[in-house]
C-alpha cells in the first residue's frame, strides 16, 4: 500500500467492515482499535518518508497533474497527519473503555473512521475540489457525531454548527467556482503558477478574502467563532476530545497551505488582515472562558482563544512566524485533547463538570490533578513546556515587525488563560467540599486517566525536549513556503515543465 494513501484507505475500510460487523461487537472494537494503531504507524512512516526524501506525490488513477486528482504529502502535511492518528486513536481507546459495548452506540466507532478520511483527505489532497469533498466527508461525519448521542437540549445547540457550516460550504464552493474562473484550474501546484502572474489584480486579492472568510470559519476565527463554543460541550467526551484537537487544525493547516504555498506572498494586506481577526479572537475567546463555569465550555472557549496564536502567526507571514505557527499547531492538538479527556475523567469522579458541584479531586486522585495540572500550564504558555516555546517564537517576531498592539494582546490573553484554567483547578481540583462524593470505585477512571498520561506525555516530551520538533516545523514551513519547489514537484508527475 502507498504510504500517501494509507491514511486514507485504512480508515475508510474500517468504517465499512465495522459498519457491517458491528459497532457494539468485541471484533468491531478491537479491530478499529487495531486500524487506529496501524494508522499511527503508516503516519509516522510517511512523516519519515518525506522529511528524508522530500514531497511524495500520487496521482490517483494514473491520471497526470494538474487534470488529474493527485495526493501529496510534504513534511506539513504529513506531521498533521501523524498528529490527527495519534488524537483519533486516543479518542477511540478511550471510548472503547469508557463504556461497554452493549451500551455504546453501534455507529459512533464508524463515524469516527469516516471523520479520519475527511480530516486526512483535507490534508493530502493537491486540489481544491478534493478539498472540497474532503471538507463535506468531515462535516457529514461531524454533523452525526454532534446529533448521535444527543438529547433533545443538545441538538439545539448543534443548529449554530450546522447553519454556520451549511454557509461556509456553500462560500467555499463559490470559491472553487471563482477560482476556476480567474486561474482555469483547481490543482494547487498550478494555482501558485498561474496566480504569480496576477499580483496586483484586485480579482485575486477578492479570492483570497473569500477563502479566508470560508477557512476562517472552520478556523473559529472572529467573527465566525459562534458555532464552537455551544456545540462542542455537548458531544460525548472522547468524540470532544477529537473535535477539540483536530477540526478547527483543519482550517488554520488550509489557511497555511493557501497563504504559503497556493496564494503568492505579495500578499500583504491579507495577512495583516489575519493578524489583526487574530489578536480579536483570543481577547474575545479568553474573555468568554472566564465566564463560563462548567469545565467543556471554558476549554471550548480556550479553542477559540489558542486558535488564534497560529494565525496571528501566519498573519506575521515570515519564514520563523510560519514555524511558530506549526509548532504551535503540534502543540495544542495534543494539549487540548487531552485536556478534553481529562476533564471528562473528572466528571466521571464527581459524575458532573460543573465547577459549582465539583471538589475533592487532589485528595482522591492527585495523580489526575497533576496531569491537569502540566497541561494548563502549557495552554497558558510557562516555560519549559510545549506551549511557551511556540508562544516565544510568536512573540520574539511580533517585536521584530514592531507589532507591539498585537504582541501585548497575545501577552494578555496568556495571562488570562492561565486565570480560567486555576478556576478549574481550584473548583475541582484543590477545593475540599464534604458534601462533594468523589467516585473513585468506578473501576473506569484508572485505564482512562492512563489513557490522559499517554498523551500527556507527548506533551512533555515535545516540550522539554523541542528543539527535534522545531527543526520539523522549520523544514515544514520552508517546504510549504516554497511554491516553486511544491509545483515542480506536482507538475512534473504529469510532464509538465514548471516555469519559475
Not at 79 to 90: D, G, N, Y
Not at 176 to 196: H, K, V
Not at 403 to 424: D, N, Q, R, W
Amino acid at each position: 500500500m502507498n504510504l500517501v494513501v494509507a491514511p486514507l484507505l485504512m480508515p475508510f475500510l474500517t468504517a465499512v467492515v465495522v459498519l457491517l460487523v458491528g459497532g457494539r461487537t468485541r471484533v468491531g472494537r478491537g479491530l478499529t482499535v487495531a486500524s487506529c494503531v496501524g494508522q499511527v504507524l503508516a503516519a509516522l512512516a510517511l512523516l519519515v518518508r518525506t522529511a528524508g526524501s522530500g514531497i511524495q506525490v500520487v496521482a490517483v488513477g494514473g491520471w497526470p497533474a494538474p487534470h488529474g486528482i493527485v495526493l501529496v504529502s510534504d513534511v506539513l502535511a504529513a506531521l498533521m497527519t501523524v498528529l490527527a492518528s495519534v488524537t483519533i486513536l486516543a479518542g477511540t481507546v478511550y471510548g472503547v473503555l469508557e463504556m461497554p459495548a452493549r451500551l455504546s452506540h453501534p455507529l459512533r466507532l464508524p463515524l469516527m473512521q469516516f471523520l479520519a478520511v475527511g480530516i486526512q483527505l483535507s490534508f493530502l489532497t493537491g486540489d481544491l475540489f478534493n478539498l472540497f469533498v474532503a471538507f463535506e466527508i468531515l462535516l457529514v461525519s461531524s454533523y452525526a457525531l454532534l446529533t448521535l448521542e444527543a438529547d433533545d437540549w443538545d441538538v439545539k445547540q448543534a443548529f449554530p454548527y450546522l447553519a454556520m457550516n451549511a454557509v461556509g460550504s456553500t462560500l467555499f464552493f463559490c470559491a472553487a467556482g471563482l477560482t476556476y474562473g480567474l486561474l482555469g484550474t483547481l490543482n494547487f501546484a498550478d494555482m501558485a503558477m498561474r496566480s504569480t502572474a496576477l499580483v496586483g489584480d484586485p480579482r485575486l486579492m477578492a479570492l483570497a478574502l473569500l477563502f479566508l472568510a470560508v477557512f476562517g470559519l472552520k478556523a473559529g476565527l472572529f467573527p465566525l467563532y459562534y458555532w464552537l463554543p455551544h456545540s462542542y460541550p455537548t458531544l460525548a467526551t472522547p468524540v470532544a476530545g477529537v473535535f477539540a484537537g483536530l477540526l478547527t487544525k483543519v482550517g488554520i493547516y488550509v489557511l497555511i497551505r493557501m497563504c504559503a504555498t497556493v496564494l503568492p506572498h505579495e500578499l500583504t494586506g491579507l495577512h495583516a488582515l489575519i493578524a489583526w481577526a487574530s489578536g480579536a479572537t483570543m481577547l474575545l475567546g479568553v474573555l468568554g472562558a472566564i465566564s463560563r463555569n462548567f469545565i467543556r465550555g471554558i476549554l471550548s472557549f480556550h479553542i477559540v482563544s489558542q486558535v488564534a496564536f497560529m494565525t496571528l502567526a501566519l498573519g506575521f507571514f515570515t519564514p520563523l512566524s510560519v514555524t511558530a505557527a506549526i509548532f504551535y499547531i503540534a502543540h495544542h492538538i495534543l494539549v487540548k485533547a487531552s485536556l478534553f479527556l481529562i476533564g471528562g475523567v473528572a466528571a466521571l469522579l464527581n459524575r458532573t463538570d460543573d465547577l459549582a458541584r465539583m471538589g475533592n479531586l487532589w485528595k482522591a486522585a492527585p495523580w489526575l490533578g497533576v496531569l491537569f495540572l502540566a497541561q494548563a500550564m502549557s495552554l497558558a504558555g510557562l516555560p519549559p513546556l510545549s506551549g511557551f516555546w511556540g508562544k516565544y517564537l510568536i512573540v520574539v517576531e511580533g517585536v521584530a515587525r514592531r507589532e507591539y498592539v498585537l504582541v501585548a494582546a497575545s501577552l494578555v490573553a496568556s495571562v488570562l488563560t492561565m486565570f480560567s484554567m486555576l478556576k478549574i483547578w481550584l473548583a475541582a481540583f484543590w477545593n475540599e467540599d464534604p458534601t462533594v462524593v468523589v467516585h473513585t470505585e468506578d473501576p473506569r477512571w484508572r485505564p482512562l486517566a492512563w489513557i490522559c498520561a499517554g498523551m500527556v506525555a507527548i506533551s512533555l516530551t515535545i516540550g522539554l525536549g523541542a528543539e527535534p520538533l522545531l527543526r520539523l516545523a522549520k523544514q515544514a514551513s520552508s517546504m510549504a513556503m516554497d511554491r516553486e519547489g511544491y509545483a515542480r514537484a506536482v507538475l512534473s508527475t504529469g510532464g509538465k515543465e514548471v516555469q519559475p
